[in-house]
């Protein structure tokens, strides 16, 4: 009886250190093994928040074979910085939180815990792309990421002794959107970029939008499971994932698609007073995600007003995922000053700094929203 006793206690310890070892993700402030000696940071981010967290990750990644920093990760705040509170980042549709490993690395070195999830079925490694999307949400069970919205709420509720913020893109920002549709005050601040609500004409043309606004009245039949291209296959293939080093998938199946183009008119139409304080950053000309939609959203259901939420438009030459380093191969150099005013942002409530008026106007008032002043 003792000699099994020991034996489980041994195989629990051996599970427990295994676990901690292989999931809990690094920062480039403090190795994953490390433990800030702030008793704020113990506080807040610690017991059951964490012990939640650690559940989640094993659960996102037990049995499932995903693309290389596709893991859900964290970044433990540098212990030479000030605690800040906690960062939850949510990445866009089809891609991965390698996305946001560079802006994470940032904040952590600022003093922040930055939490980046993997959304519902994303991340999947497989010869064949498609078939490491069977968990990939489909329209009929599209509302995985309305779920997934109530999962990081309760997460954020167990988070102690600090202000939580949130934040993602595309489909990262619409589920953001939802948590905070749910808890109105439980977030401090958010940023959304490109969030989705509406897919823009460039991208499905008028199907994609029809697709939008029917939402559940689109009778779906075997043949819109054929797969698609998100972008140009040579590009994905030979240069980001290759060259670049991104990480999610270059197709998807019209299925999946037509999940995200529900849970967005769903999230739209839900839209209430939300008393977070946003900011708000779209693309001009964004072939993904409407930017006119989004900003009518933001305008006309934030509670704090004008003088606390902010909105400014990236302008044509940036692309819809403008912050990420693997996406498309071109030059960034609004980057910096990007991670420095969103930091700012976040310690500060200082909006983005915005510039000249941008080709796209609020819906109510008729005025020019500006651009972000982030490069000439």
């Known amino acids: 009886m003792l000699k099994n006793r ?43 928040a964490q012990r939640i967290w650690d559940e989640y990750v094993f659960s996102s990644v037990n049995g499932r074979t995903l693309q290389q920093g596709c893991e859900p990760a964290q970044f433990k705040p540098s212990p030479a910085a000030e605690f800040k509170g906690v960062i939850i980042l949510l990445h866009g549709f089809t891609s991965c939180p390698k996305q946001y490993r560079t802006m994470a690395g940032e904040f952590a070195a600022r003093g922040f815990h930055v939490l980046l999830p993997l959304l519902p079925g994303h991340g999947g490694l497989a010869a064949d792309e498609l078939d490491a999307q069977y968990a990939l949400p489909r329209a009929t069970n599209w509302f995985v990421y309305d779920s997934f919205a109530r999962w990081l709420n309760g997460l954020a509720k167990k988070v102690s002794g600090s202000k939580v913020h949130i934040g993602g893109l595309c489909l990262g920002g619409t589920i953001a959107a939802r948590a905070m549709q749910l808890e109105p005050a439980l977030y401090a601040r958010s940023v959304l970029f490109s ?6 004409a460039r991208m499905l043309g008028r199907i994609g939008r029809l697709l939008g606004r029917t939402a559940d009245v689109l009778n779906l039949r075997e043949g819109l499971g054929l797969p698609v291209a998100l972008s140009d296959l040579e590009i994905c293939e030979e240069i980001e994932r290759k060259k670049m080093g991104r990480a999610g998938y270059c197709r998807t199946r019209l299925d999946n698609l037509i999940a995200v183009a529900r849970f967005g008119y769903f999230v739209k139409s839900q839209m209430k007073r939300i008393r977070t304080q946003i900011q708000t950053i779209v693309v001009e000309n964004d072939p993904v995600a409407h930017p006119h939609v989004t900003l009518e959203l933001i305008e006309n259901h934030t509670q704090l007003g004008p003088a606390k939420n902010s909105a400014c438009v990236m302008n044509e030459s940036a692309t819809h995922s403008f912050f990420s380093t693997t996406d498309l191969p071109m030059p960034k150099p609004w980057l910096s000053d990007l991670h420095s005013e969103l930091v700012e942002f976040f310690e500060s409530e200082k909006n983005i700094i915005v510039g000249k008026p941008s080709v796209y106007a609020w819906p109510s008032s008729g005025g020019a929203v500006a651009s972000c002043s982030l490069w000439p």
């Open 6 to 48: 020991l034996m489980t206690v041994v195989v629990c310890l051996f599970v427990t250190m295994f676990s901690k070892t292989i999931f809990a993700q690094e920062a480039t402030s403090e190795p994953a093994s490390g433990r800030n000696s702030d008793p704020q940071f113990v506080n807040s981010f610690s017991g059951e």
């Open 195 to 200: 969030p989705f609500f509406e897919v823009s």
